[in-house]
């Protein structure tokens, strides 16, 4: 009887998993011969735009990033490539025919970079946030329902110190700092996890803390901010 069940329901079941349908399913490189990694993509008009880290020999052996146009059968329309290290995740969004990518500088000390392309990959403009002192460095970005762009990522305490505070940018649409923000105590670390906005508007940003002599007493840490 157990035998006859499974016979019974697997057509079923099969069926259920058929019936989810594959516009595309493809594997593609701009670099056969060097690493790319594909970060992360987001649907636009045109199609899908993927942003990917690359060992990029145009900019001295750096890690840059590329940033592939897709149409919506999966075939390259572009590729280009920009000199900063992008954060991968939610790391870029799209608005009004602009697209927004965040990263971090290749320099030392690092800094947050924010870019503005237009839909064929030019740049508009170009923008980096933090301190002269400290390094910043793998910025989430939000763009939150009032079309306010946020910021995510890490802070060190000081340029050689590798404990560091959740750092927040706020920017408006054109890139202008409107406020900006550190999470951490003096000795304490605190790893950035990311930034969400909640159904009712709220700014949520996520994080990992560590007491100053923490080994496994990592803990989970969220703050809540007004989107104003």
């Known amino acids: 009887m157990k035998i006859y069940c499974i016979l019974l329901f697997l057509p079923l079941f099969t069926q259920q998993l058929s019936s989810q349908p594959t516009t595309f ?3 593609f490189s701009n670099y056969p011969l060097n690493s790319e990694n594909g970060f992360s993509g987001i649907p636009v008009p045109q199609g899908y735009m993927v942003v990917s880290a690359l060992d990029c020999e145009t900019y001295n052996g750096n890690i840059c990033c590329g940033i592939t146009l ?10 280009k490539e920009y000199n900063f290290y992008p954060s991968g995740g939610n790391s870029q969004v799209y608005k009004n025919d602009k697209l927004y990518v965040a990263g971090h500088t290749n320099s030392n000390p690092r800094q947050f970079v924010l870019y503005c392309l237009d839909m064929d990959g030019n740049i508009l403009w170009n923008k980096e946030y933090g301190h002269a002192f400290k390094n910043e460095s793998f910025p989430d970005l939000l763009l939150s329902s009032n079309d306010q762009l946020w910021l995510c990522g890490s802070q060190t305490k000081t340029t050689d110190s590798n404990v560091p505070d959740v750092y927040v940018v706020k920017t408006d649409l ?6 900006a923000y550190r999470y951490g105590e003096e000795n304490d670390g605190s790893y950035k996890g990311g930034v969400r906005q909640t159904l009712d508007g709220q700014i949520l940003i996520n994080y990992t803390y560590c007491p100053e002599t923490c080994f496994h007493l990592w803990k989970g840490g969220v703050s809540s901010v007004d989107d104003d």
């Not at 897709?70 to 590729?79: A, R, S, V």
């Open 25 to 27: 399913s493809k594997v």
């Open 174 to 179: 054109d890139g202008n700092v409107l406020n």
């Open 70 to 79: 897709l149409n919506e059968e999966g075939d390259i329309q572009w590729f």
